[in-house]
Antibody, heavy 125, light 110 residues
């Protein structure tokens, strides 16, 4: 069974840091791009970042560029996002998702076919 | 303000058909593929449509997608109460080098 399980969420003060993890199973992790998507309370979906299967290409939303770093360990089938300089507006449920339509050469067929259940990040003093 | 524009809400009676529109530009919908997601209350999003009009395994053919120019449409026929959910369109934006979502549409089955 294909599965994604996020962890690492919690309460953090403004300006603080947090690292989220996403453990993947049931598919060849290194063959697929992976993404983070977030959803603030009562709001819509907001894409955060994507990393290609080999890890050689990354893209970020402007709202997190320079503060978040996406990475992956293919030997552990795990996706990460290191979040720093956190703000109240980063409060959200963070989902990881498998993105088979994105490669090192093109993401024009981008879509996310498997999602985790999410982990909650709250930025507050 | 989302890059892709969706109506905030739509409603229809059980058994009826509804469409949800998603409007963008040449840098996103106009030159890339569109996907649609369903998010039931309190759950993670689920892929409904990819590559403009393809359905993943397990998605019933009541759900359909289409694209024309810089707009896309999700169609749902034979509405059921279980279809009450948020629906989001998504695509790649070549100018932003980023994924963009629509603001989401809440479907109410009256």
């Amino acid at each position: 069974e294909v599965q994604l399980v996020e962890s690492g969420g919690g309460l953090v003060q403004p300006g603080g840091s947090l690292r989220l993890s996403c453990a993947a199973s049931g598919f060849t992790f290194s063959s697929y791009a992976m993404s983070w998507v977030r959803q603030a309370p009562g709001k819509g979906l907001e894409w955060v970042s994507v990393i290609t299967g080999s890890g050689d290409t990354t893209y970020y939303a402007d709202s997190v560029k320079g503060r978040f770093t996406i990475s992956r360990d293919n030997s552990k089938s795990t996706l990460y996002v290191q979040m720093s300089s956190l703000r109240a507006e980063d409060t959200a449920v963070y989902y990881c998702a498998k993105a088979p339509g994105c490669s090192s050469t093109s993401c024009s067929r981008y879509y996310m076919d498997v999602w985790g259940k999410g982990t909650t990040v709250t930025v507050s003093s | 303000q989302s890059v892709l524009t969706q109506p905030p809400s739509v409603s229809a009676a059980p058994g009826q058909r509804v469409t949800i529109s998603c409007s963008g530009s040449s840098s996103n919908i106009g030159n890339n593929y569109v996907s649609w997601y369903q998010q039931l209350p309190g759950t993670a999003p689920k892929l409904l449509i990819y590559d403009n009009n393809k359905r993943p395994s397990g998605i019933p053919d009541r759900f359909s997608g289409s694209k024309s120019g810089t707009s896309a449409t999700l169609g749902i026929t034979g509405l059921q109460t279980g279809d009450e959910a948020g629906y989001y369109c998504e695509t790649w934006d070549s100018s932003l080098s980023a994924v963009v979502f629509g603001g989401g549409t809440k479907l109410t089955v009256l």
